[in-house]
Structure formats: C-alpha cells, structure tokens
C-alpha cells in the first residue's frame, strides 16, 4: 500500500511540475506574440509615414516647380510642407510610445498571473512534499519492526527518493524562477528601451 502511495505522490508532483513548465511556456510564447505584434504595427505605421512624407515632398516640389509666384509664397508652401510633417512624425512617435506603453502593460499583467500561477504550484508541490514524507515516515515505522536488513534497505529507498524529488522540486523552482526573472527583466528592458 506505501508503495502505491508512494507512486501516487511522485505522479501527482510530476504533473504539477509539467503544469508549472506550461504555465512559463506558454507566458513565453504569449509575450512573444505581443512583441511580435507591437513591432509589426511600428513597422507598418512608420513605413505610412514615410510614404506620406515621399507624397508631401513630391507635391511639394510639383507646387514649387510650378509656381511663378513670389518668394514669400514657395516659402509659405515650404514651412506648412514641414510643419505637416513634424505633426505626422509626432503622431507617430506618440503611437509608438502609447502602444508600447499598452504591451508594457501587458507583459506586467501576464507575469502577476504567470506569478500566481507558479506561487499555486509550489503550494501544491509543497502539500505533495508532505505526504512523500508522512509517507516515508509510515515505511519508516513499519519497517522498524522488521529485522534490521529489511529496515536498512526501506530507509535508503525512502531516503533516495526524498532527496531525489527535493532536488526534483528545488531544481524545478529554480527554473521557474529563472524563468519568471528573465521574462521580467526582458519586459523592463523592453520598457526602459520604449521609455528612451
């Protein structure tokens, strides 16, 4: 019966192990998708710009070629020309820093819930900890009864696979932490690197 306890247990810490590396992989792959998205609306946004700046400084210069008027007037055409300009490259710039802004925003949420999450599976590795150990401690107990041998051979196993599933688990919430700390660095990077 220990022994399929036992099994039971390290089963079920397997599986909140699994359920924790998704959670991070999927976090991952999330933020990816949104960074991937926000430079694709930079990129599309500053290349209509540009194209609109090309339009100007071609009418522009039609306007100009064409006029015979006096130099007051090309100068008027000239100064509105850059004025439109500037005003189309602030909303620009305004659209970049509020949409990466909004993804900042983002990550920020996905990483609390990626935390929740991750603080809800060590909270369960924890409980499942304890029952490997009060299971140990039961073979430990019963096989204090039984000739010295048996009782050496039961401590080791039980000890073996104590230290193996704490290692298991420390190494698992290391990685998790790992993890979790370069999403967050990556996403203040990202923000310092917007902020400039």
Do not use: C
């Amino acid at each position: 019966m220990t022994e399929v306890n036992v099994n039971e247990t390290m089963w079920n810490l397997t599986q909140s192990v699994q359920e924790a590396n998704q959670a991070i992989a999927q976090s991952a792959v999330e933020a990816q998708e949104r960074n991937l998205r926000y430079a694709q609306s930079v990129l599309t946004n500053g290349t209509e710009v540009l194209k609109s700046h090309v339009e100007s400084t071609r009418s522009l210069v039609e306007a100009v070629i064409g006029q015979t008027h006096k130099p007051e007037e090309v100068f008027q055409s000239v100064t509105n020309s850059a004025v439109a300009a500037q005003e189309r490259n602030l909303q620009f710039a305004q659209s970049v820093v509020e949409n990466g802004i909004r993804v900042l925003h983002s990550h920020a949420e996905a990483n609390r819930a990626l935390t929740q999450e991750l603080l809800e599976q060590s909270r369960k590795q924890q409980e499942i900890f304890q029952t490997l150990v009060h299971t140990s401690l039961e073979v430990y107990v019963n096989l204090f009864s039984t000739p010295f041998s048996y009782y050496k051979q039961g401590l080791e196993l039980a000890e073996t696979n104590t230290r193996q599933g704490l290692e298991s688990f420390q190494q698992v919430v290391r990685q998790g932490l790992d993890t979790f700390r370069n999403g967050t660095r990556q996403a203040r990077e990202s923000y310092q690197n917007v902020a400039q």
